[in-house]
């Protein structure tokens, strides 16, 4: 799990297991934080593999050091077709109305950006909240991949979550949006005092560093 304090609002986010994360890092410097991910690969994790994962995430620390987005980071798949996700998301706190507008001009932004190729779906959260992930493929200098942007309001109403994902394999668009609503699912914005708490019914993995 990650937290971000920022001078609008405090957010908290639970992702899958073995996400890596760029910028919502507590308390901890970034060696700190990449100690600890690595502790669990210890005895199977293959040097090439700990020096390419320390290698990325250093330059991720560095590209998002300075971005508005409250979380991002990256899910690698390994195996027979293994592909790299990153997923951003940004927090508006905000009342139903102040947001209205912004998440009406959200949905039809993806339209123009995926054209024909887009499809939008609903899901429910764990405690009941409906969310909209659109996806959509995209051939960005000559690469190909799989993109998503997604919002949910976030509990209690307090605002709304944003969030974009991208995938290098497009074969692996529908576990991208699983992935993106996940995110969705997860992500709460936390008053002065108020710990993170998972949504009802919610039963997920321990994410890879323990927390």
Do not use: K
């Amino acid at each position: 799990m990650s937290a971000a304090q920022t001078a609008r609002h405090r957010v908290w986010q639970r992702m899958p297991q073995g996400w890596i994360e760029f910028r919502a890092l507590g308390d901890r410097t970034p060696d700190e934080w990449l100690e600890r991910y690595l502790a669990s690969g210890d005895g199977w994790l293959p040097d090439d593999a700990r020096a390419a994962i320390t290698q990325g995430f250093h330059a991720g620390v560095r590209l998002f050091a300075d971005v508005p987005f409250d979380f991002a980071g990256v899910s690698i798949v390994l195996g027979e077709h293994p592909a790299v996700s990153f997923l951003c998301t940004h927090v508006v706190a905000s009342t139903p109305d102040e947001v209205a507008d912004s998440v009406a001009l959200h949905r039809l932004l993806p339209l123009g950006r995926f054209g024909d190729d887009s499809t939008a779906e609903t899901f429910t959260s764990p405690d009941g909240r409906v969310g909209t992930v659109t996806s959509g493929t995209s051939a960005r200098g000559g690469i190909d991949s799989v993109m998503t942007v997604g919002e949910i309001r976030l509990p209690s109403d307090a605002g709304t979550v944003l969030i974009m994902g991208m995938c290098s394999d497009p074969a692996q668009r529908q576990e991208l949006a699983v992935l993106t609503a996940f995110a969705l699912s997860m992500t709460q914005y936390l008053p002065d005092g108020v710990e993170p708490q998972l949504p009802a019914g919610a039963q997920f993995e321990t994410p890879l560093d323990g927390e």
